[in-house]
């Protein structure tokens, strides 16, 4: 089994940014791929990005690409999700997890308890 706890989260304006973090411990050992995915208000879980646990390959969503960037640090088993030209839109909680990718899209394994990012006009 694999703790997630994600932190980070706040409020921020318009065109703000934000980092992320997932701090990963127990049998991490098992884990090929992280993700963040993120759920607003009203809507269902959508998944933001990606990376492989050796760090050479990423993934993202057309919602974020150019403004979102995930990254790792090994060395802290931690996954970072930096978060730039933040908009209204982005409100939503985020959830790190370990994620596979199936048919055309990723789906998390299980969750953390996520971060609450909201983005005000």
């Known amino acids: 089994q694999v703790q997630l706890v994600e932190s980070g989260g706040g409020l921020v304006q318009a065109g703000g940014s934000l980092r992320l973090s997932c701090a990963a411990s127990g049998s991490i050992f098992s884990i090929k791929v992280m993700g963040w995915f993120r759920q607003a208000p009203g809507k269902e879980r959508e998944f933001a990005a990606a990376?492989?646990?050796?760090?050479?390959?990423?993934d993202y969503a057309d919602f974020v690409k150019g403004r979102f960037t995930i990254s790792r640090d090994n060395t802290k088993n931690t996954v970072y999700l930096q978060m730039n030209s933040l908009k209204p839109e982005d409100t939503a909680v985020y959830y790190c997890?370990?994620?596979?990718?199936?048919?055309?899209?990723?789906?998390?394994?299980?969750w953390g308890q996520g971060t609450q990012v909201t983005v005000s006009s």
């Open positions: 990376i492989s646990w050796s760090g050479d390959s990423t």
């Open positions: 997890a370990p994620t596979h990718f199936e048919g055309s899209s990723w789906y998390p394994d299980y």
